[in-house]
């Protein structure tokens, strides 16, 4: 989670750079040139700083929504955000490991699931022993929790 609100502050650092130092100076720049009305990197810097501000805006919202995130409310013996869970997929007799992750941090190549995808949210809340039916894309998985590490097992390892 530390590592997450790490990456977006970096980004917002970023883009705060590029909006107040780099994009300014475009757009003066482009101003120099003359005519506006047809100064293209006049207006591709314009959009730039709108599409700037769009995205500066929607990563200090996910902040402020991970700052509000209460840590004890994350259950210890169940399934929630930052567990580590191994599963039997019952339909093809086959062991898969997920780390269920926001959905910034979601790969599902690397096993790390959002918690609002299907599998994500149909492992919310179970425990070990559960067996769970989700419905995906491509029919029905049905999936049976054989190990739980929890985000609070994961911060006492490290």
């Known amino acids: 989670m530390e590592e997450l609100k790490k990456k977006i502050q970096d980004e917002i650092a970023a883009l705060e750079h590029e909006l107040r130092t780099e994009l300014p100076k475009q757009i003066l720049t482009a101003r120099a040139h003359g005519d506006l009305s047809e100064n293209a990197e006049y207006h591709a810097a314009k959009e730039r700083q709108g599409l700037v501000n769009a995205r500066l805006g929607q990563l200090q ?24 869970v191994v599963v039997l997929d019952l339909n ?13 941090d979601a790969d599902v190549s690397q096993g790390r699931i959002s918690t609002s995808s299907p ?12 067996t ?27």
């Open 119 to 130: 599998i994500g949210k149909g492992l919310l809340g179970k425990r070990v022993g559960d």
């Open 92 to 104: 093809k007799d086959e062991e898969l490991s997920y780390s269920l992750v926001t959905s910034e």
């Open 61 to 84: 919202a996910r902040l402020r929504e991970f700052s509000m995130i209460d840590m004890a409310k994350i259950p210890r013996d169940r399934v929630g955000l930052g567990s580590r």
């Open 132 to 158: 769970v039916r989700i419905q995906i894309p491509d029919g029905t998985r049905e999936l049976e929790i054989l190990q739980l590490a929890t985000i609070h097992d994961e911060a006492t390892k490290q």
